[in-house]
């Protein structure tokens, strides 16, 4: 985040397959439009503010983004018609089972509907380069 938020203050362009996109595209919380309103006011202190006061929560975030994306693509994979042997598709079985569970705790512990920031709830009035995806 403070790498964005270097970007921002000295107006760099950030490309498109960098890892700073790649992050803020992963979350559901509205990182790049929270550090672009805290480098508003250079050398407030502002930005660090948000990253120390936000980084818990959008790390719970990014966890969850990551596992549930992660696990849905694996039950993807398994849901696919390969001919497999009795002893395999049981095993996959087994697996897709344990991933549904596991998507179900995720979905139960979600830390984005726990925690959600003041931040997410002014997100539809973001301009597109930063909204979350």
Do not use: H
């Amino acid at each position: 985040m403070r790498s964005i938020a270097e970007k921002i203050t000295t107006r760099t362009a950030i490309p498109n397959n960098s890892t700073e996109v790649g992050f803020v595209n992963q979350t559901t919380e509205p990182v790049y439009k929270m550090l672009s309103i805290g480098t508003s006011i250079p050398g407030s202190g502002l930005a660090d503010s948000l990253i120390a006061q936000y980084r818990d929560v959008i790390a719970a975030d990014y966890a969850y983004v990551f596992l549930e994306r992660n696990l849905r693509l694996g039950m993807a994979a398994l849901d696919k018609n390969y001919t497999l042997q009795q002893s395999q598709r049981e095993q996959a079985n087994q697996v897709r089972q344990r991933a549904q569970a596991m998507l179900m705790q995720l979905s139960q512990e979600n830390p984005s509907g726990r925690y959600r920031t003041t931040w997410s709830n002014s997100n539809a009035n973001c301009a597109p380069a930063c909204r979350n995806t």
